[in-house]
């Protein structure tokens, strides 16, 4: 089991160029100076947000301070972005939570963290989420910011071959430990029936195989 201290922006660089991770940053990815509104909204946490789950099906409603701010916005822009949007996702609890986006952000609303807190919204509501290398751009440029975030265990391994599929894995550090131990054995169990990885294929940050080794999980 190889593991890094801590996703860090170089160690991305050194997973990436080691082909041990398949997720880069999109190079059409940019920044941009933001509006108070657009700061607003980064800012915002989705706590208030609610969460319907309809099997693979999984809609988030946004709160009503995030319905206001995109009101704010359409008359600073003129626009008519749907205040009463809802985040469609679907999640798959037999292939070991694998996630895909089923909704496109306008827009104006896109390089605002909108994507990636409804990401960390689901991985609080369900401990974990995984996926491979078929994410588009956009997805990966979330998942590549959920490798060094703070409130989260990482996972990786990347493509060695074409044909091989990437694998990523973000596990929240508010799990209890008994699920979490439940998740790493679900992993084991499954990984390569799914994702075509073998366990020792993984890279774990250390962090997370500090708190294996705490819980003497093998």
């Not at 409804?118 to 974990?128: A, D, E, G, L, S």
């Not at 894995?169 to 008994?178: D, Y």
Request: aromatic share 12%; charged share 30%.
């Amino acid at each position: 089991m190889r593991s890094y201290e801590k996703f860090t922006e170089e160690q991305r660089m050194k997973l990436i160029k080691n082909n041990d991770t398949h997720l880069k940053k999109s190079i059409n990815f940019s920044y941009r100076e933001f509006n108070d509104i657009e700061k607003k909204i980064i800012n915002l946490p989705f706590d208030n947000f609610t969460i319907e789950i309809r099997g693979y099906l999984i809609r988030i409603h946004s709160s009503e301070e995030f319905k206001e701010l995109i009101s704010d916005l359409n008359k600073k822009y003129n626009k008519e972005i749907d205040v009463n949007m809802s985040f469609d996702l679907s999640i798959d609890k037999n292939r070991l939570y694998s996630i895909n986006i089923d909704f496109n952000l306008p827009i104006e609303l896109r390089g605002l963290n909108i994507g990636y807190k409804i990401y960390k919204y689901v991985i609080n509501r369900f401990h974990f989420i995984t996926s491979d290398n078929a994410a588009s751009a956009d997805a990966q440029n979330v998942w590549y910011k959920l490798l060094i975030d703070d409130d989260h265990y990482a996972i990786t391994c990347g493509r060695k071959k074409f044909d091989d599929r990437g694998f990523v894995c973000i596990i929240s550090k508010k799990t209890p430990n008994s699920i979490l131990i439940e998740i790493l054995n679900s992993i084991r169990i499954n990984l390569y029936r799914i994702y075509e990885h073998n366990i020792e294929d993984l890279i774990f940050d250390d962090e997370l195989k500090q708190k294996i080794s705490e819980l003497s999980w093998k």
